[in-house]
C-alpha cells in the first residue's frame, strides 16, 4: 500500500522555523522525484519545492532563500526545512512524490502550518 505521511506541522510565530518530514512506503522511494505544495484558504495549490532522483532543486521566488529541501533515501524520507516565516506561509502543506515524466503521483494528506503572533 503505497502512503505519504506528512509530520512536523504546528503554531510557530513569525520569524521562526519548522521542519516537515515526509516518510514514503510502498513504492520505491529513490526512483521518485519529490515535491513540497501548500494550499492556503480560499488559494490555489502552490509548488515550494522540487527534488529530483539525483538532487537537482527548485524553488519559487516565494521562498527561495528561506526553505530547503532535502531527500534521505535511506530512510525513505523527504524534508522540509522552513526558515524566516511568515503569516503567508500559513497553509496545509503536502508531500507529492512522481516519476520522472509525471505518470505516477502520489500525495500525502497534508500538515497544517499556522504562523502566527
Known amino acids: 500500500q503505497v502512503q505519504l505521511v506528512e509530520s512536523g506541522g504546528g503554531l510557530v510565530q513569525p520569524g521562526g522555523s519548522l521542519t516537515l518530514s515526509c516518510v514514503a512506503s510502498g513504492f520505491i522511494f529513490s526512483d521518485y522525484e519529490m515535491k513540497w505544495w501548500r494550499q492556503a484558504p480560499g488559494k490555489e495549490r502552490e509548488l515550494v519545492s522540487f527534488?529530483?532522483?539525483?538532487?537537482?532543486?527548485y524553488y519559487p521566488d516565494s521562498v527561495k532563500g528561506r526553505f530547503t529541501t532535502y531527500r534521505d533515501n535511506a530512510k525513505n524520507t523527504v524534508y522540509l526545512r522552513m526558515n524566516s516565516l511568515k503569516p503567508e506561509d500559513t497553509a496545509v502543506y503536502y508531500c507529492?512524490?512522481?516519476?520522472?515524466?509525471?505518470?505516477?503521483?502520489?500525495w500525502g494528506k497534508g500538515t497544517l502550518v499556522t504562523v502566527s503572533s
Open positions: 507529492n512524490g512522481v516519476t520522472i515524466g509525471e505518470d505516477i503521483s502520489y
Open positions: 527534488i529530483s532522483t539525483v538532487g537537482t532543486l
